[in-house]
DNA sequence: ATATGCATGTCGCAC
DNA sequence: GTGCGACGTGCATAT
């Protein structure tokens, strides 16, 4: 789960590779060209129009915006207001063309699959800076474990159309049962919850929990592994116990989490302890 | 269609109101402050981590982004490959807190509907540019009316599941008729296309190929305007004649030839010219 | 390679 | 406000 970079704290912040106020178009050209040429970030500020032929066509007439190339091709066209680029084009196989005209600087890209093209013209820049931005942290998008069984609690048809809950945090001579209960023809269900792709020891746990069941009910018992994934070699563990696996996405899960209003869901859960 | 902006062209392009390269946390927090309290554009290069909290979780670790606030309160983290941001929050009722911490710049951007925030905590900034965007031009998507047509002649079931497609460009006594076939029922169907939103001539002469068509067929003749929208009078009108309005989009319409590959199409419609 | 489903989707439009 | 569909959706996964 670390995610610091060697020598991150160690190096420098870098410094930007090129900043120009108000250049010409001509100064601008040479950062442009340099910072695509060698993937680097680019940021330029102006008054510029934009189209666009691919899948649609667009026009848009002159207005001052943000532009940014990035290292992977993609480019991006912001206008002073939005959340989503107003043009813009994906990264990956992407080519790049800098031009400049008489009075415009010109900035094409072009992509095959889908063909389709963004040409940005600049009449006049505010800003352009090349940057070289250093980033090799890692994003992490969660839920906890806690909240993923709140969210099957919650709504456990998550698991499977009919099962009823009966308990959950049940105590069996192993440990403790994540989420306890029958399925739409009634037969007993033991789940056990995992936050990230699940390993031997979970189907190992698992099965330890029927058997646990199995013992005193002396009913027939499912096993469900509820996870956002297993490792490959847990496939065959399941198989070999008769146990199933359902996908359960963590991001889901919190979704649901946050519709039912953590508040209110915390209350509940602090007056029903299991 | 015309979207010059009245003095767009005799006023100078906006001069960024600030920018300062590697500046201090605290120097920048009055740009940021003020930025974002004016509804300005803000712009901030630096060393920062994100965390998120809302709909989901997220935890980014420090590196070096572009942040963008805009004057709707819409937030951008972009790190230097992707098109999509890394983090974000779109703009609406977001309320923005701008903190100079002992060694960081915290920039916080909460809303309601749904509940979530978003904290970005520079440790060093390397540009920083608050600026006021002048941008009221106009951003059109299109087809062009023939492109809607070929989409439509490309794929019938655009209109209504069953169409059959008898020819276009059909000359009757008042002009030409744009589509022309059977329903699933074997009753005529005339269709006039239009680009943008149909106004009443549209309708009117749609009535008219359909009288002319009625006065030699002597069959019951359907009339479908397909349009990306109907002026709110022109629905009497189509109640009026028995008329029927069909949505088409035209964005929808250029995905449609561009998937058939427009260089075989327009072979195609070279070889068969209606 | 294509087909399918999800997203912190966002956004617009009808009800 | 709420629900529903479209998007130059983008993106990952399974086939």
């Not at 410094?15 to 970030?41: D, F, G, Q, Y």
């Not at 080519?95 to 009449?123: G, M, N, W």
């Not at 159309?161 to 209960?181: A, Q, R, T």
């Amino acid at each position: 789960m670390s995610s610091k970079a060697i020598g991150e704290d160690t190096l420098p912040t870098s410094k930007p590779l090129a900043v120009l106020v108000e250049p010409s178009v001509s100064e601008a050209e040479n950062v442009a060209r340099e910072a695509i040429s060698h993937h680097r970030t680019l940021l330029v500020v102006g008054k510029c129009s934009v189209d666009y032929a691919g899948r649609a066509k667009s026009k848009l007439e002159p207005g001052e915006r943000i532009v940014i190339v990035k290292a992977d091709g993609s480019l991006l066209v912001h206008r002073s207001i939005g959340y989503e680029p107003v043009n813009w084009m994906p990264g990956g196989n992407v080519i790049f063309h800098v031009q400049c005209r008489e009075y415009t600087l010109d900035i094409r890209a072009i992509r095959q699959k889908p063909s389709e093209s963004v040409r940005v013209s600049f009449e006049s820049i505010q800003l352009i800076s090349a940057l070289s931005l250093v980033d090799v942290a890692e994003f992490s998008l969660y839920a906890s474990e806690e909240d993923m069984q709140k969210a099957v609690l919650l709504k456990p048809e998550l698991l499977e159309e009919g099962f009823k809950l009966i308990s959950w945090e049940k105590k069996v001579e192993p440990g403790f049962i994540d989420v306890y209960g029958v399925d739409k023809d009634g037969r007993l269900v033991v789940v056990e919850i995992k936050r990230k792709t699940a390993g031997k020891d979970s189907a190992l746990q698992l099965a330890k929990y029927i058997e646990a069941i199995k013992s005193k009910a002396d009913r027939e018992v499912r096993g469900i592994l509820a996870s956002p994934n297993i490792a490959k070699d847990v496939q065959r563990l399941l198989v070999t116990f008769g146990l199933e696996f359902k996908r359960l996405d963590p991001r889901k899960c919190a979704e649901i989490l946050r519709r039912a209003e953590n508040k209110k869901l915390a209350e509940y859960f602090d007056e029903n302890p299991s």
